[in-house]
């Protein structure tokens, strides 16, 4: 019998091991649980918001948001001239400006960090935030061009090459340091909304040492400016890679040790998928009541973040489980919860028409016609749909662009509810109910085809929405429809290449300015999946963008979302997204309700709470 | 014996190639690419293009083939890398971090989850298992029995979710998801348990009734032993004999399928991020992922089987036989 025990024994002995290879992370003074995973710490490479909400904190751009009403304030740079026509920029970076290891933050460094978000090589989401640089795009098409002409497997002509980056780059692009302090922009043409992307995540300077593995021979206390270069293969975190000749970076920089940051907090511990931890960075002069220490915890499921929220071992909860989130509103509308938020965001719900004359299937597509698309959106119910659907109360829209989300912009009212005109729109058309049997035919007696909505399943919000729309249509118009429930994988490929009629969608705006939306719309737009080509609406946002006074500019802009959401209807637009948070506001202050939603870590103040 | 060990040594390989080929095929027919999102900005296409060739995923082949060579230590042997012999490479979707680092943080989780529920499902499961069968028939037996129908077939979330409800928010006993203490464990490892649980009560149940009945048995208790020990001494080691062949697969199972527990608890195993690998495409991942799996399922057979001849003498000597 005792021969028995040894199996069971062996697990116990395995489970014994394994255990003691963990431990718990220490416990912090402010812990979020995060409902999106972190993709990755490196700004240049970050796209995601929960990414850039670390950056934020790691990192400090030179310039930052007021988190109450989204004007821009000094941060890196203490102060900032522009020149008449608006081209030329000078930033005066703060002198006392340390990296985390005692360095000095200089112009070089935000110079080598744009320059890395530029490089091909480095293969960034945001690599074209900088193409309104004089000469950046020319030093994007030079590097390519030249990877492209590399012979392969030459690593010494990929070496020569790489070492041309560096004068390239300074003959190329307008971007001068023009001492340590003092930073020099020249643009190709003004961009209003430059100051407001300079507190993007991508944008941010990195610590370029620390980044490319230099060795720790190489003294930098004055700035890596100062010292002489090492070599590539000095460098440890970068190498050419042998086939393509590009430089290749080493992930593993962005890692607790290594990763050295200019922000609000340092980097002290990273657990994929399941702990950051930052701790206050000495050599960032912050608010004095900021959180010492902060722990970002990983919840796969929305429910047991809430139940751990609950439990009182998270502090904030960053987004709340979308099954829960209409009863915890209604909670809190009966003064039950005062720990429900719930926040317009910089975002639009829309269902997207196809704008093609046939799918690629080769199938008519009667969305190609304006005025359908325009009866469509004007046979929906949003007030329905908000209500009895989705019941957060988001702010209804008949525009892309949310309102009141940037300063001195209003978007056009669009298209509301009139099923009259829809009907009477859908008739001009020639799809009227020739038979007589409720449904709409064209003058050879085809029946309109069944109207196939796209959706996703992975929440059972769009799902609703599109049912809704379905039974709308169905009654309003006498149109029946297909409702098609896609992973979101497939449906992101059948979204991209235009195979659907109707396909859900949602934006978010990344930097504040109108264009961040109406720039999906442009016929040349790689996000442009409706295939809309409007050559007014085109002309318009290059009128825009040529516009010298910013009132006039954005009148111009106006002018054009109101063309896109009154006459082209590329899109219908639902909603604003609602955002929903938790937090208990007697606990913490400093949390954010714009809706751009940015919450810088180090503005929000713990209270002391009353015993 | 060892003629088995060593078949299946030499088989592991090509087991390995096989399941590698066909993973690769299967994954690579899925839409999309790695690096998109499901929605919002995309780059512009040239940056995709970059990002496309620099991770090989312009060109199947290409991609199969390095990362062969990388997986299963080609390119090591050859001096190609210097990293390490079994090289993963990077995941595509979580570039901070090598597919081996990855393993490396999470095998242990779902390991120590997967060894702490086999073991409570051990102790549960037999324990129960000998009280059903040796008292078929009364309320007792009734009552487990019915448990372990239970236990079978209450989803695994339901069971998570309760426990985490019970467990963490309204008593406070323990805490609410996450990892690194014991008290992290109990919860889960005792809602991942109760499948396994309650299958090895009814393997102990049948297996102990059907022995009770057994000549052996009769001839004992003729002996005059006591009912004691001819439980324990000769009803028993027969009976258990299928729990242990079970035991193999279930820890195999227990460590790879906990994806569901794994979610619900917040634990950072890896069988919920090879989940998310699939859906995310991460190609890196989900070979890397799939090659351990497969390695220790091989192993964990095997490690049953050689445990199985020397715990009953009939298949060691079938075994001799044969061999």
Same mark, same amino acid.
């Given at each position: ?16 091991a ?24 490196d ?7 929960a990414?850039m909400?670390?950056a ?20 890196? $740079? ?10 030329v ?9 340390r ?22 090589d480095t293969a960034?989401?945001y ?6 640089v004089q000469?950046a ?11 492209a ?10 070496a $020569? ?5 560096e004068?390239a ?5 307008g ?14 043409q ?14 941010m ?10 060795p720790?021979t190489?003294d ?8 002489t ?24 920089w962005?890692r ?15 657990r994929?998928?399941?702990d950051?931890?930052l701790a ?18 990983s919840?796969?499921d ?26 915890l509103?209604a909670?809190?509308?009966r ?16 269902f ?10 080769g ?9 359908i698309?325009q009866?469509?959106a ?11 659907v ?6 209804l ?5 949310p ?6 912009y209003t978007?056009p009212?669009?298209?509301g ?8 729109l859908l ?5 009227s ?28 919000r ?6 809704a729309?379905r039974?709308?249509w ?10 098609v ?6 449906f ?10 109707v396909?859900?969608?949602r934006?978010y705006?990344?930097w ?6 109406l ?11 409706g ?10 946002l ?10 006039a ?10 063309v896109?959401?009154?006459?082209q209807?590329p899109?219908?637009?639902?909603c ?11 606990r913490?202050?400093?949390m ?6 940015v ?7 713990p209270q002391?709470t009353?015993? | ?5 060593w078949?299946?040594?030499?088989q592991?390989p090509l087991? #390995? ?11 690579? #027919?899925?839409p999309?690419?790695p ?7 995309? @780059? ?5 293009a ?12 290409t ?5 062969l060579?990388?997986?299963s230590?080609v390119a090591?042997v ?14 595509l ?29 051990? #102790?549960?499961g037999v ?6 069968g ?16 239970v236990? /079978? ?15 963490? /928010?309204?008593?406070?006993?323990f ?7 014991l008290?992290h464990?109990?919860l ?5 348990s109760l499948?396994f649980?309650a ?19 009769r ?25 242990l ?6 820890? %195999?199972?227990a ?9 619900v ?15 995310g495409?991460d ?7 799939? #090659? ?5 399922l ?10 199985? %001849?020397?715990?009953? @003498?009939? /298949? ?8």
């Amino acid at each position: 019998m005792h021969r028995f025990l040894i199996p069971l024994l062996i697990l116990i002995a395995a489970l014994v091991a394994v255990r003691l290879m963990d431990d718990p992370a220490p416990p912090a003074e402010f812990t979020l649980a995060s409902e999106n995973e972190v993709f990755t710490l490196d700004p240049q490479r970050m796209s995601w918001l929960a990414d850039m909400r670390l950056a934020n904190a790691l990192f400090e751009g030179l310039t930052a948001w007021n988190t109450d009403d989204f004007t821009m304030r000094p941060a890196l $740079a203490r102060s900032w001239t522009t020149s008449p026509d608006g081209l030329v920029w000078t930033f005066n970076l703060r002198p006392d400006a340390r990296w985390s290891n005692g360095d000095p933050v200089t112009a070089h460094d935000v110079i080598w960090s744009w320059r890395r978000l530029l490089l091909p090589d480095t293969a960034a989401d945001y690599s074209n935030l900088l193409f309104d640089v004089q000469g950046a795009r020319d030093f994007w098409s030079w590097r390519t061009e030249a990877l492209a002409d590399l012979p392969p497997d030459d690593l010494i002509a990929a070496a $020569a090459q790489a070492e041309t980056i560096e004068t390239a780059f300074a003959d190329m692009v307008g971007l001068k340091a023009l001492d340590p302090h003092t930073l020099e922009v020249r643009l190709e043409q003004p961009v209003p909304w430059l100051l407001d992307q300079l507190a993007f995540a991508p944008l941010m300077p990195v610590h370029r040492p620390s980044v490319e593995g230099w060795p720790k021979t190489i003294d930098t206390s004055r700035g890596w400016h100062e010292s002489t270069l090492p070599t590539i293969e000095e460098r440890a975190f970068v190498r050419l890679d042998p086939n393509s000749g590009r430089i290749e970076q080493d992930p593993r920089w962005a890692r607790p040790g290594t990763l050295v940051s200019n922000g609000p907090y340092v980097l002290t511990h990273w657990r994929y998928r399941r702990d950051i931890r930052l701790a206050a960075n000495e050599m960032f002069d912050g608010p004095q009541d900021m959180p010492e220490s902060v722990l970002v915890r990983s919840f796969p499921d929305p429910n047991t973040a809430l139940m751990a929220f609950e439990s009182g071992e998270v502090d904030w909860l960053t987004g709340v489980s979308a099954d829960c989130r209409s009863d915890l509103l209604a909670q809190k509308d009966r003064g039950l919860r005062k720990t429900v938020h719930a926040r317009p965001a910089f975002a639009t719900d829309y269902f997207l028409f196809n704008c093609r004359d046939t799918l690629p299937d080769g199938r008519l597509n009667p969305f190609g016609d304006a005025r359908i698309r325009q009866a469509f959106a004007l046979a929906t119910d949003k007030q329905a749909i908000v209500d009895h659907v989705t019941r957060l109360g988001e702010p209804l829209t008949g525009a892309f662009t949310p309102h009141g989300s940037i300063p001195g912009y209003t978007p056009p009212e669009g298209l509301g509810f009139d099923p009259e005109r829809a009907r009477a729109l859908l008739d001009d058309a020639g799809w009227s109910d020739r038979d007589g049997d409720g449904l709409r035919e064209d003058a050879n007696g085809e029946p309109f085809p069944p109207v196939e909505i796209l959706y996703t399943t992975s929440s059972a919000r769009f799902r609703r929405i599109a049912a809704a729309l379905r039974d709308q249509w169905q009654r309003q118009l006498g149109v029946t429809s297909r409702l098609v429930g896609q992973d979101s994988k497939f449906f992101g490929a059948d979204r991209r290449k235009g195979n659907f009629m109707v396909a859900r969608g949602r934006w978010y705006g990344d930097w504040g300015d109108p264009t961040t939306f109406l720039n999906m719309c442009r016929s040349s737009d790689g996000n442009n999946d409706g295939g809309l080509s409007c050559a007014a609406f085109d002309d318009l946002l290059d009128q825009a963008a040529a516009a010298d006074e910013p009132a006039a500019r954005l009148d111009l802009l106006a002018e054009a979302e109101r063309v896109l959401m009154e006459e082209q209807l590329p899109l219908l637009p639902i909603c604003q997204v609602v955002e929903v948070t938790m937090y208990d506001p007697d606990r913490f202050e400093g949390m954010t309700e714009h809706p751009r939603l940015v919450q810088y870590l180090h503005e929000i103040r713990p209270q002391v709470t009353q015993p | 014996m060892r003629r088995l060990i060593w078949h299946r040594l030499v088989q592991l390989p090509l087991v #390995l190639l096989a399941v590698y080929t066909l993973t690769f095929t299967l994954a690579w #027919l899925v839409p999309g690419s790695p690096l998109e999102k499901p929605e919002g900005r995309r @780059p512009p296409p040239e940056v995709q293009a970059a990002m496309a060739e620099r991770y090989n995923l312009d060109d199947p082949w290409t991609f199969y083939w390095s990362y062969l060579e990388r997986a299963s230590g080609v390119a090591w042997v050859t001096g190609e890398t210097s990293g390490p012999i079994f090289d993963f490479g990077p995941s595509l979707r979580h570039e901070n971090w090598s597919v081996n680092e990855i393993l490396a943080g999470q095998l242990p989780v779902s390991m120590a989850l997967g060894l702490a529920a086999i073991v409570i499902a051990v #102790l549960l499961g037999v324990s129960t298992g000998i009280l059903g069968g040796l008292r078929p028939g009364t309320t007792l037996d009734l009552v487990t029995q019915g448990l372990s129908v239970v236990g /079978v077939s209450i989803p695994a979330f339901v069971v998570g979710t309760v426990l985490l409800l019970a467990g963490g /928010v309204w008593t406070g006993w323990f805490p609410v998801g996450g990892w690194g203490d014991l008290a992290h464990m109990v919860l889960p490892a005792t809602a991942l348990s109760l499948p396994f649980a309650a299958y090895i009560a009814r393997l102990t149940r049948s297996g102990v009734l059907d022995e009770m009945h057994s000549d052996y048995v009769r001839t004992a208790r003729a002996k005059g032993l006591p009912e004691r020990v001819v439980v324990l001494r000769h009803v028993l080691p027969n009976a258990l004999l299928p729990v242990l062949s079970y035991l193999g697969p279930a820890t %195999a199972a227990a460590m790879t399928g906990s994806f569901v527990i794994e979610k619900v608890f917040a634990i950072p195993g890896l069988g919920m991020h090879f989940v998310d690998a699939v859906l995310g495409k991460d190609l890196t991942m989900i070979m890397g992922v799939v #090659l351990v799996y497969a390695t220790i399922l091989v192993l964990m057979n095997l490690m049953v089987d050689v445990l199985h %001849a020397w715990l009953d @003498p009939r /298949v060691r000597q079938a075994g001799v036989a044969h061999g």
